[in-house]
């Protein structure tokens, strides 16, 4: 085995790839939630819930309609960003003039009553997805064999998060966006349908959290508490990177995944909490965030 | 002002008076059992409704009444959680005359449970926890526990794989009561046997991602992996092993699988798998004919929990019947002077610190190709008489 | 005058309520009823939507819980002990979480709370999953049993008293009318030369001890402390009944977890135990989109309309 000062270097990278798997989809949520806040500021409290969501639709799609992991794969976002255009269009615009915090409220609860419905049908003991067969099996590394999906998953959301990205900051249509987070009235002035951008960017930040689910649908047993217990590690994570940029909450997700495959290899006991510290440092250091512009 | 707060007083106190002597002066006209199990959780399919159904139907199968009363049967979900669990078990000694609770799931439930049941002299009737504490460290003379425990399962799995020279353990350890308990029992048997435990990770209840951990298994040079965690646990930490490859490199052992766990899983990774357990369906005509009876009402073969609550609820009110009372105290005695004898409890008695002793069987997960239905999941290996199974009795735990 | 007759009225109804009602279930109510107080006390007076109370309910509770177990303390003592320990946790908390402000506020402090959460499920003192079971209610001040439900009972209602009176007074207080001053404008509080940040803090410390309070209170009743006390969806609840009853209302908070506590109860017995979270859920929406103000806002408002000037 190989070992460098006394490290296991084998358990090391494993972890640390597998840290990576996690980071994958911290990234993709804490993108959402950033997208969202870019241009309505608010929080998004039922992203955990469509992110179960997401894995449910997959799942009940193979179950009852035959719809395979590829297709569902560009369905279930589909679905979920629809969801959240509804959610959008009838809960939230309502009270979008009122305090933020009322629309945290409204997302927490709805996401209680989408957990709450999907225990009900199904139990909380969860269901499983089978892995799609041309990403069964395995690569054997020289440190660990890593399966081919969790390989996969890795390739997926970086390829998402960064067309995203590249969407955001280098194209017209990411101008617009960006103009809208600025300044939304001067926007309406040059003629631009702001309140339809504000739809349409909800259902993309959602779709994100639906396309995460399926993702983690064949790995992670599809349960309905799926989404609540991985959520506060990305608000954790969206304090840490600040909300000021797009690339920030990716990079912070991704590190942040990496920073928990570490602890999980040297101190494992303080892997579930490592996030939070690295948030109390940011917070006492920087209370911005790494990548926060406002005060 | 002084006559205002004497007013106050002399209401509060009648207030306590009709509260106290409201409960003591309710006579019991009825038997009635509190079914407590995870109802929709991760432990739902081991217990749960079936267990509720199970009880049922012993009470139909006993005629509905005992000693001309009616007998009640009512249910709560604990969610897996002890301080809903024992809110719920309170209430219903205190206010609503339940006389004894049965089901109790998680350990970590039962613990709590068994508790408040013992400062109220009512009994407990386990019929699915795991943990040997509750005829152990935290003995009671109120508490009767059925169907196996964790010594069982070390002694009917671990054991034999020891003597056949897997030295090496690795554990991945449910990170409660149930779990700590079931990693302490099968670690005696394996240094007693000569081998060592070269590692552990402990893992919460409900994890969702078993990978770090079986990576830390996989790098720790074991023979063996045991998964000392039950239900949807269980399911998932196997799943990752033979996804990570581990089921290919090292044993995996399941030291607690339930039959509803082993059906969910893909053969070709199960298959081979031995493992204990306190009651098959597929056994012989009388575990058939009653499992006939029971998919009636619920719609799964049973798992040995509810298999195990019909039996003690069934000889708790023979308890109730021959002694002519309800009396927590005269019916254990009874309970325990007499074997219960069933589909069941087979060579079975409950020893005084209310552990019932009976045959416990290792078995074997079929492969797919064996399998002639879908329940036709383990082939039974070999019988081990329950003076084998189980730890012998505490001497502070024998209570007459 | 009218008030102080409510007060008479309730006091009265709580004094007599064990003779109808299980008293450990109003022991419950009870319990949550301060908690939601000391909870609106930041979230109705500061404007500031705290989503980690949960942590200090249960430093609270496992405190007390230990010392009563392990340090054979009276009860007494093992709650002040646990209200102390929950408000120096509130302290490093609230220091922290105050440098952000709205909903950045809310994210801290759940993040923080889930910190807390893990803490307590590893340490080995709590028990992790299996929670702290067993914990002995005493004899308060040595000579009082509280095994009895009834003396338990006014125990806890003479700690609800107190705990009310505390906040009562803090509301009232000039130190309570800076709060409001920074709720209504904060940057006119910080241009008359208030440091707003100190002034939130004491407030978060003296929210976060008698959430202790509550805590502490409740493990005794129930003879447990367990995670669920410090899990998020605790903090979830205590939101939910403050809005429900109606946040800055005095009474609200204590009406509004009445009712959460009763249907909970209520559903918990029975085939609708799945749908308590679909109900809590739904209660958030509406309470939301249409009941702002809560019931006793509402109440407020109809009365204001109609019989007052």
Redesign the interface.
Known sequence: ?ATFLGI?L??LS??LL??L??GSFYALLSLGLAIIFGLLR??NFAQGALYMLGAFFAWMALQYMGINYWAALILVPLAVGVVGILMERY?LR??AN?D???????T??????????F??MY????M?YA?PDALKG?T?LPF??L?N??AWIIVASLAVCFSTWWMIEKTKLGAYLRAGTENPAMMQAFGINVPLIVTLTFGFGVALAGFAGVMAAP???V?P??G??IL??V??I??IGGMGSIGGAILTGLAMGVVE?LT?YFY??A???VI??V??IV??VK?AGLFGKEA | MKAMTRTLLSVAMSAALVSTGAQASLSDDKVKIGVLADMGGVYADICGKGCVAAVEMAVEDFGGKVLGKEIEVISADDQNKPDVGSAKVREWVESQQVDVVTGLVSSAVTGAVTKVLTDNKKLALIATSASNAFTTKACSPYNAHWTYNVAALANGTVKPMVQAGKKNWFFITADYAFGHALEGVATKVIESNGGKVVGKVRAPLGTTDFSSYVLQAQSSGADVVALANAGSDFVNALKTSAEFGLTEMVDVAGLLVFTANAKALDPSIAAGMKLTTGFYWDMDDQTREWTKRFRQRHDSIPAMGQAGAYSMTMHYLNAVKATGTDNSETVMKYMKENKPNDFFARNAYLRNDGRMVHDMYLVRIKKASERKSEDDIFAIEETIPGDQAYAPMLSQCDFK | MKINKLYLALFIFALIAPAALYPVFLMKVLCFALFACAFNLLLGFVGLLSFGHAAFLGTGGYVTGYLMMNAGVTPEIGIICGTIAAGILGAFYGKLAVKREGIYFAMVTLALAQLAFFFYLQAPFTGGEDGMQGVPRGHLFGFIDLSDNISMYYFVLAVFIFGFWMIHRTIHSPFGQVLKAIRENEPRAISLGYNVNDYKWVAFIISAALAGLAGSTKTLVFQLASLTDVHWHMSGEVVLMTLLGGMGTIFGPLLGAGAVVTIQNYLSGGELGNYVSIIMGVIFVVCVLAFRNGIVGEINKFVKKNFGH
């Not at chain 1, 933020?100 to 409204?106: A, G, I, K």
């Open positions: 085995m296991n084998f358990g494993g972890q597998v840290g798997i996690n608010i929080i809960l309502p009270i009122e933020h915090l009322y629309s945290l409220l409204l927490f609860g709805l996401a209680l009553i989408m957990q709450g419905v225990t009900q139990g909380s003991s969860g499983s892995i395995g054997r660990m064999y399966p999906y969790r790995v992670y047993s349960s508490e799926m609540s217990n506060i590690v608000f954790a969206v304090v495959g999980k494992p006991e892997s579930t909490t939070f510290m948030m109390v917070l006492l209370p």
